[in-house]
């Protein structure tokens, strides 16, 4: 997901808020999932990667729990 993010900012020169919607809230919305996908409100399922400034991702969360962590984010 990081990867497509970057490539889409650099192949569009949209904003990084329009890359990130068009990676997670808009594939949710053409799935009629986003209530529970591709937001962070209440009631949502509170699945969610955590990125640096370069965008590559520094931690998954699912459900709101930490699943994985990058070892440089662990120091």
């Not at 900012?9 to 904003?15: E, N, V, W």
């Not at 400034?53 to 931690?59: K, W």
Request: proline share 1%; hydrophobic share 45%.
């Amino acid at each position: 997901m990081d990867v497509c993010v970057r490539h889409f900012l650099q192949a569009t020169g949209c904003s990084v808020e329009s890359a990130l919607e068009a990676a997670s809230l808009h594939p949710a919305q053409l799935l009629g999932l986003e209530k529970r996908k591709g937001t962070l409100d209440f009631g949502a399922d509170a699945d969610f990667v955590m990125l640096d400034d370069s965008l590559h991702i520094q931690a998954t969360y699912i459900s709101g729990e930490l699943v994985w962590q990058a070892e440089e984010a662990r120091q």
